[in-house]
């Protein structure tokens, strides 16, 4: 009796242990080690408080599984129990320390393993996107021709290495066409230049088909962009598999494959799935990260920080992208970290080098004039263009996912689907040189400056071939409009980014072009001419910086990002001087979006999916209380006005055990009955007041444990989750004690507590429910479903 | 009987009513329209808790005063319970959207306001750092001369303008020095330096003596960086006065008159403090935000952005600043607006243009090179340094501002101290050239590369003037150093960053000359000619990088920011391509600082004050439950085993007040015998079971009104928190109602809870305190107060 008192207080022990002397029975639970598979119904997970330790001394003392977390698939993370778990495995390792030297390497290794992880997972996610970057290029090129005596190279650095003066934006002796090496045709021949479009086609449908099977066939998760996924997970979500590494690498590849059949899809969005992935594979060597959700997470949200950052060169940009967009628990001590990680990314990627020049951004201008302020207006008007258009583009797509979704013919034959916009995508964007080349080097194009290629970009003609350009950008930015609304959502590697980088850069063109137009024809009208400096043959505006703007624009429009997109595109221009400009254009885009519809596509796409997410950003105004919300629902009215006999109607519906009394049987058929995830304990049925809360896994566990192991405990034995537990009857059944797998912390709240603070409290401390008292007693229960519940039926009326 | 009761579901009135009728008395409270005087102790504040209304025809008709806050002055204010406020207002202003045209007017200026008081902050931040600006530089150079035909321009527009030719660093023929106005001496002989040294030495005197009799007389709080009592308002401390008119104006001009001075200080942090006075003073033509003290934090925190970004010119490293080291509650819609605020003040000040070109950043630096690896070794060498320097600094200015706060010497003499200050600063470093100029060109000349100016910079001479300049420089490191310890803390308005800055690119510099030696010596070195390419009258290797790698490295060691830190000298430099040298050396500065002391020099003026500021960003692993930090404290083990009997004795320890039962003389009794600021009220004594939670100053307020007014209440009267209220005795005293005064929500953690969570909880939703509960009865409360001593007492052991 004497110890196992003593051990009740004691949180954790990593085995089976009887204890048949006297007249108790203690359950220690086994704890397998997490990690492996999770398929049985009775693994264990947070069996442990181990908020009950009182003095350092009633620490255990081997670091046992029990520290960390386990969920099922689907589930929904406790933060707060994580984090103690972790707290409780760090106070163990610093207790440690004092063993020379053992326990100090081992508590040194402990502080640094963050670092180290974060480390590791930049190099890797710089050298990955590195190795992306080259095989798209290549293969993308591939389409086209191959280098004739090397054929490793792709087509820039081709014409680059062959010393060859010819070479004039589209072509170099070297580069070999495809069509070239069959027969021998005229080049600019009727038959040559069809062939030419049918290899192209082509070469399109066989990449984009290789990536869908990839995917269909070994790894379903690696479709798509990711980042509505990892917006989810990151705010405690669990899906297993999703960063595993078999979607790691089917990705890698499928994404190198989706970008060479120049569908319209970016490498941005699955870049960060993809660092995302290899922050949870590296997270498993340091069980401090791979083995607890909640620290994982820190982890993640590095690699998210990652990701933006190669993808565009921007490691700022990428901490901000992954605390405004992806980051759910986002501590100032994880900020700094991903902020190393980014830049050890971009460090690493600047050494690959994949770009051929020595810059580490995607796109990389230098303006040499300045803006006037009267450019703000049309710098406006593409804030509001940018706003309309991704509203749009998130309705119509959002739509026809849904459609593809319902639809059996779609849904069933992801393949066809696929082949099918890749062969009109290829067939029509060959016939436009803005869509023909990479969408990156159409964005490198519409950013520049006219300066120094007048002679041989059409976009810096002021004659004839302007306006066929313009026509010709007009005609893309319909086409791309159209064709990515169809493309986001195929069930291949496919980002957002780049495509709506694209549209707006676009757009942004096309607008400059006019106000240069506009600002020539007053500066030609009489008594005018003092008022703009414009010269022929070069810009009067900088018609690139227009596209920069409207890139910014249209992003911000379709993603609802804010800081983190004028610091990327500020990144991506290395630009200081036009931060002023992009600001302007992404705050009227997202006044105008957020007008038109809250939601940016992601959000869009994850309630489409229907994940449980619930955004940090919102504000709910709703004059609602606790008690209106809760599990079993009763009428608030009634609740103020409960007398103790309302109470016992009520135990009825709110599933609850009491303290001690209850017989193994009576916990048993109540887990049959009923099928939540946890039951409140209170004290007794009549008073209803609360002592702590279990979960059905733990109780789960706990029975099956003492049934299994401990033959005299039997159905009539009676359950004690208090800490005086009485002799057994001579004869009778002996007592069960599970006080220690009882959570004595669980948050409550009063009935009248707004709801505004309960989603707080969720948002904000990481909960998966909250009881609901008044006077001390239990009257209900809100899971962080009910808060989901309750926000979209508000949302809805 | 049957309208009080409904009234009492009722929130809020704006009067007092009266209600004879019956037997029984409600009150309403008599809320006077906040923003005024507070002397009164009666002060009302959240008297209302408009928890409770449970349909919107609940809500009242009248935008009445009591939607906003009141606290007194160094009280915390309670977050939670501001927000609802504020969503009360919100509800009724949406309600009145329908009456056309006025309500959808006030519903529309209600949701505008917003962003129209932003904007106003950040137009007014950036004309008054404009002005500073200007003023600063004015008054500065008239420590050594005055423009001979246009006074009113500074040394360097005088020059510009003056068409002359002869123009070198220091000198130019429309710049009239002070002695030459005497008499015509040489301007190399003894006296004529001589005089030049006493009017330096004169005016400085003359500037900071004014300064800081500008500040005693005026108004105490303008004093100081501002910075350390910035991050204790905006995590909920009221500090009355401290961002008013007063000390705006009078930190305006003791800003100018402390730079002019030539103190070792700066004008960054003071302009943080400006910008916030302005953000305090613009709320108030917003009641929104300017009468509800968690509100008026949002527009705070965009001012204190605006404020960095103004100071340095850098809008994205402002927000940064604001989120991860000035602010505590910084939502993303806050962040969005903090962007916005300093966009428009870094607009303004561009158009101000006081750094007479077109640049909006303070320094501009456009290297041309690039840096190799192999330079990282340096550049982290350079963190290391900073982070020790910093930590120093920190120790030997806390250790001085201790001293001076308890000797009566200085702590009763601030002028005395200012001006002696003032004369050895001026004094000293007259005599180099260095210090001699005004920090800003020091750095600006010390980040610049060598390539243009060979001729005049002996920075960049490879012969004898550089080990001069080198001389000079380690002179002006050291003396930068030991003045800074005692200027930071002296009684006029004075910043960190600048000076951290500075002695930052000194020491860059120093190592980068070094490292550009070490490269030189080596390439000479046969075989080793090809590893560098340095060219005779070139930079090998660029110092001015170094100095500005140093610079952050310092600034970094001083305040341990990061990433807030990189983003700043980034856009302070423009240069995107320097972005890992500087993250490197930020990454190893705060490594070393925060290895040899946790807190900046912020937080260790925070702490050197006792402000109750609740630090966001540290860790507390600690053993320890709720039921051991709260008051009453009673051990943890009784607290276990604790029965109704040891409840009853504790009750006497516990001020708590019953549900009803007690007397207004009880109350009254209760309240003269304690010093509590809040009461936890409970259904009877015996149980302890938990009903609300009302503070002292409601209580006070509601029994202060209800004797005032209504003579039937008296001191037998019996108060009633609960809903069913019995009817008089015929001929007894008349009851008195108080439960809509009564915060039906308070926020409850059980005995078990681990302090981390009541921590997390604590910071994360903003609470002033906590109720400890166990088994649904009462047991204890902690406040923030107890949490400070708490943490105090854990992390001096």
Chains 1, 2 share one sequence.
Not at 23 to 36: K, R, Y
Not at 163 to 185: G, Q, S, V
Not at 305 to 323: C, K, R
Not at 603 to 629: C, M, R, W
């Amino acid at each position: 009796m004497e110890r196992a008192g003593r051990s009740s207080t004691l949180g954790s022990t990593d085995d089976v242990e009887l204890e048949p002397s006297g007249t108790s029975a203690t359950i220690h639970l086994d704890m397998t080690a997490g990690g492996g598979s999770s398929s049985s119904d009775f693994n264990p997970f947070g069996a442990i408080d181990d908020v009950r330790f009182k003095t350092d001394d009633d620490l255990p003392d081997v670091m046992a599984p029990p520290f960390f977390s386990k969920y099922g698939d689907f589930h929904t993370i406790d933060w707060q129990r994580d984090l103690a778990r972790d707290r409780l495995r760090h106070k163990m390792i610093s207790k440690k320390k004092v063993d020379f030297p053992l326990g100090l390497l081992q508590s040194g290794w402990d502080a640094g393993a963050g670092w180290i992880c974060v480390l590791f997972v930049g190099l890797a996610a710089g050298a990955t996107a590195g190795i992306i970057d080259i095989g798209a290029r290549w293969m993308s090129d591939l389409k086209t021709g191959v280098c004739a005596d090397r054929f490793w190279l792709d087509h820039e650095h081709c014409c680059w290495s062959s010393n060859d003066t010819f070479y004039k934006d589209d072509d170099c002796k070297a580069w070999t066409k495809w069509p070239w090496m069959l027969n021998y045709y005229n080049s600019s021949s009727f038959l040559f230049l069809f062939l030419e479009w049918i290899f192209y086609i082509g070469w399109a449908v066989a990449m984009s088909t290789l990536a869908v099977l990839f995917v269909k066939i070994f790894a379903p998760y690696a479709c798509g962009s990711g980042i509505p996924e990892i917006k989810c997970i990151l705010s405690g979500f669990v899906i297993r598999g999703y960063l595993g590494k078999w979607t790691f690498i089917i990705k890698s590849v499928g994404l190198i494959l989706s970008s060479a059949s120049g569908l319209s899809l970016g490498k941005e969005g699955p870049m960060v799935h993809l660092a995302c992935c290899i922050g949870n594979i590296f997270s498993y060597l340091f069980p401090k990260y791979g083995l607890n959700e909640a620290k994982k997470r820190e982890i993640l949200s590095a690699s998210a920080a990652a990701g933006v950052s190669v993808a565009f060169g921007a490691p700022i940009g990428g901490v901000l992208f992954s605390l405004e967009e992806a980051s759910y628990y986002f501590p100032l001590k994880t900020m700094w970290r991903s902020f190393f990680c980014a830049l050890v990314a971009g460090i690493i990627l600047r050494f690959v080098n994949p770009f051929g020049s020595n810059q580490t951004s995607l796109f990389h201008v230098d303006y040499m004039m300045k803006w006037t302020f009267i450019e703000l207006v049309p710098f406006a008007i593409l804030g509001l263009f940018g706003g309309i258009i991704g509203s749009l583009f998130i309705f119509a797509n959002i739509r026809w996912s849904r459609f593809r979704k319902n639809s059996k013919m779609l849904g069933g034959n992801p393949i066809y689907e696929v082949m099918l916009i890749t062969l009109v995508t290829a067939a029509i964007s060959y016939f436009n040189p803005f869509t023909r080349k990479s969408a990156q080097s159409m964005i490198q194009q519409l950013f520049d400056r006219c300066e120094d290629q007048i002679d041989e970009d059409s976009l810096c003609d002021q004659n004839k071939a302007l306006s066929i350009a313009f026509g010709q950008l007009l005609w893309a930015l319909i086409f791309k409009f159209v064709i990515t609304i169809f493309t986001f959502g195929i069930k291949v590697p496919c980002g957002l980014f780049v495509p709506s980088i694209g549209m707006g850069a676009i757009a942004g063109r096309i607008l400059g072009i006019t106000v240069d137009q506009i600002f020539r024809a007053v500066q030609a009208t009489p008594g005018h001419s003092d008022y703009f400096t414009c010269q022929i043959g070069k810009d009067c505006v900088m018609p690139g910086l227009y596209a920069m703007v409207g890139a910014a624009a249209v992003l911000g429009g379709v993603t609802r990002m804010t800081v983190s997109l004028v610091v990327i595109m500020f990144e991506l221009t290395g630009s200081l001087e036009f931060i002023v400009p992009t600001m302007v254009a992404t705050m009227f885009s997202k006044w105008i979006g957020d007008g038109i519809s809250k939601m940016g596509i992601y959000e869009a796409h994850i309630e489409l999916n229907g994940y449980p997410f619930l955004d940090s950003k919102g504000e709910y105004p709703y004059s609602t209380v606790a008690s209106q919300v809760m599990r079993p629902s009763i009428h608030r009215q009634v609740a103020d006005e409960m007398s103790m006999s309302d109470l016992r109607e009520l135990k009825n519906e709110l599933s609850v055990i009491t303290e001690s009394g209850m017989t193994l049987g009576d916990l048993e058929s109540l887990l049959r009955q009923t099928d939540f995830n946890g039951f409140p304990v209170v004290v007794s049925q009549n008073s209803m007041h609360l002592v702590g809360f279990i979960t059905r896994r733990d109780i789960l566990l706990a029975l099956h444990t003492a049934r299994k192991t401990q033959p005299y405990v039997v159905t009539n034995s009676i359950a004690y989750f208090s800490d005086g537990v009485p002799d057994a009857m001579p004869g009778g059944p002996a007592p069960l004690r599970l006080r220690k797998i009882l959570d004595m912390a669980p948050m409550t709240v009063t009935d009248q507590t707004p709801m505004e603070t309960v989603i707080d409290m969720f948002r904000k401390l990481g909960l998966r429910h909250v009881l609901v008292t008044k006077n001390g007693k239990v009257l209900g229960i809100i899971t962080k479903k009910d808060i989901l519940q309750f926000m979209r039926n508000k949302n809805s009326q």
